[in-house]
């Protein structure tokens, strides 16, 4: 609810604070004592058209601060949070300022923000019925979807399965539009991928082979090379077998220096062990040398083997090349992948049938369900347009009639095919016509009164605020609508702003607005009165007079009235 405002050089207001209460709220005052800036302000707060000639002459910014206890828990605070606004212990505080340059500026939890999301938030927090605000029930979609929730129960199963089928009529299409629309694209990659592959079948590469090809290559490229490395290296190491005792090879060289030490081991354990270690040295160099012979026998000089291999290495390189210098291991990857991806692409034309048989079905059960939408929501209609006109009747509209109207339009959207209007007919004979061109700006308040009391229940709001709800009537009718204001405020703060004692008499707390001596309203010409207060406004706004016996009794019976009926 809206538990306080702040007004600072709106119109005739110079400063002003409302402590707003649970319930029905009304604000009454002298004419011209800026009642409606009250209005004017609440409409600013929540996104309303900045006007810059509201702003008082000499003041320069008109500025509009409300305090809002909102549930920590609810969708608003989730959007105040996204914005980087914060909460004041549950308390969401909102400031909108317009300069008389036009220029305006708004703050959201502490944050600036756009306008606009002062007026997205407006849907959840207030609905505000004056002469110039924009309706909130005016909008096709509020209207279709407040008519969904007056049907309760009997549209939540149709429209479960509605919804549902919807939903995958939606993905069926999708698919068959990718498929169908893309069909010569999707051919053209089939055919890509199917030359790639079969080259890549055709060479058949294996995972590592160029790696293993370009050392082949080079061993049998320098094969007269190595083997006359190994030769050498092995003839120095132990040389001729036959001829060993003449030559000076390492084996025997190293043989040579072990006899010598192993004839004065005994002496040193120091040479001993140098002895030990020239003994494993000429172990190695031996093996070495064994290992060299058969290497220097294993190097064969093939031209045939090397030609051969040069062609594969070339044919590899070449598919690798193709595919944008990617490594082998890539390559063969990528075939695999494209593998996967060719016979998904052969088995389109099967897969369109299926989806064009798929989407046939849906279509038709689609149009069965979108159907009993319809017939449910055109009873509720008929019940909803009962009720309001029985409303109207006694809120001297007795001869108003309201039609809600359900056409089927034939354009499936998330919430069925139909498109929902609320129409007004304001006396007998009369063509039934949207509500902006049907009513009057005092009929529309009253047709909105009437249609927030049937939708209380149905479309809720924490609060309503209404300007002008009781132009044109007085008497019985101005007593009614006050019972059906109050009636209003049992689950919702309502706020009003009337000159009817017979509907102030019913709110839960009456807010008088006065001009100081210079014609402006200043932080004490709001007051919230008491009993006694509100016995001295009743009667003069019944008589004139605040001191008039007759008008002091007739007030007193009307606050007598109102307490009963509460």
């Not at 110039?132 to 979609?141: H, M, P, V």
């Not at 120091?270 to 070495?288: C, Q």
């Not at 290495?313 to 990857?333: F, I, P, Y």
């Not at 088995?347 to 279509?363: I, K, N, Q």
């Amino acid at each position: 609810m809206v538990d306080e405002v702040r007004i600072q050089g709106l119109g005739v207001i110079d400063e002003a604070v409302l402590d707003l209460s649970p319930g029905f709220n009304v604000v009454t005052g002298e004419t011209g004592a800026g009642k409606t800036m009250v209005v004017t302000s609440l409409g600013l707060l929540f996104g309303g058209r900045a006007d810059p000639q509201r702003v008082r002459p000499g003041a320069g910014r008109a500025t509009v601060e409300g305090r809002l206890v909102v549930d920590p828990g609810g969708r608003v605070v989730e959007r105040v949070e996204e914005a980087g606004g914060e909460l004041d212990d549950d308390t969401l505080i909102v400031t909108r300022s317009v300069s008389a340059e036009g220029r305006s500026r708004a703050f959201l939890g502490g944050r600036s923000v756009p306008v606009s999301l002062l007026i997205n938030l407006a849907d959840e927090l207030v609905a505000v019925h004056g002469q110039s605000d924009q309706q909130r029930l005016l909008q096709a979609g509020r209207q279709r979807g407040a008519l969904d929730r007056y049907a309760g129960g009997a549209l939540t199963k149709p429209m479960r399965a509605y919804t549902k089928t919807y939903q995958r009529h939606r993905q069926v299409a999708a698919l068959l539009e990718e498929l169908t629309t893309r069909a010569r694209d999707r051919r053209q990659e089939a055919e890509l991928l199917r030359f790639n592959l079969e080259e890549i079948e055709k060479i058949d590469p294996k995972p590592g082979e160029d790696v293993e090809l370009a050392a082949e290559e080079e061993r049998l490229g320098h094969a007269d090379a190595l083997r006359g490395a190994a030769d050498t290296a092995h003839e120095a190491l132990l040389g001729d077998a036959a001829a060993a005792f003449e030559a000076a090879n390492v084996v025997s060289l190293l043989g040579q220096a072990r006899n010598a030490l192993d004839a004065v081991r005994d002496h040193d354990p120091e040479l001993a062990g140098l002895a030990d270690r020239l003994a494993e040295a000429g172990y190695l160099v031996s093996d070495v040398a064994t290992d060299l012979a058969a290497y220097a026998e294993s190097v064969d000089a093939d031209p045939a083997r090397l030609a051969a291999v040069q062609e594969r290495r070339a044919e590899v390189t070449a598919l690798t090349r193709k595919h944008h210098g990617q490594s082998l291991e890539e390559v063969l990857e990528w075939a695999r992948a494209s593998a996967a991806r060719l016979t998904e692409l052969e088995g389109d034309d099967d897969r369109v049938e299926e989806l064009r048989a798929e989407h046939d079905e849906l279509a038709e059960r689609l149009s069965g369900e979108a159907a009993e939408l319809t017939a449910v929501r055109a009873r509720a209609a008929e019940r909803f347009s009962e009720a309001v006109t029985k409303e109207l009747a006694a809120l001297a509209m007795p001869h108003a009639r309201v039609h809600v109207t359900v056409t089927p339009t034939g354009e499936y959207g998330p919430h069925g095919a139909d498109e929902v209007e609320v129409r007004l007919a304001p006396h007998p004979g009369a063509q039934p016509l949207p509500l902006h061109k049907g009513a009057s700006g005092g009929e529309l308040s009253r047709v909105m009164l009437a249609i927030e009391v049937v939708f209380a229940g149905a479309d809720p709001v924490p609060t309503f605020v209404f300007d002008e709800v009781d132009a044109g009537v007085g008497g019985k009718a101005a007593v009614e609508i006050g019972r059906r204001l109050a009636r209003l405020a049992r689950n919702a703060q309502v706020i009003v702003v009337t000159h009817l004692p017979q509907v102030a008499a019913f709110a839960d707390q009456h807010l008088l607005v006065e001009k100081s001596s210079d014609g402006s309203v200043t932080r004490s010409g709001v007051t919230a009165l008491d009993r006694e207060g509100r016995v001295r406004e009743l009667s003069r706004m019944l008589a004139g007079l605040e001191d008039s016996e007759l008008g002091r009794a007739h007030a007193e019976e009307l606050l007598e009235l109102a307490a009963q009926e509460r």
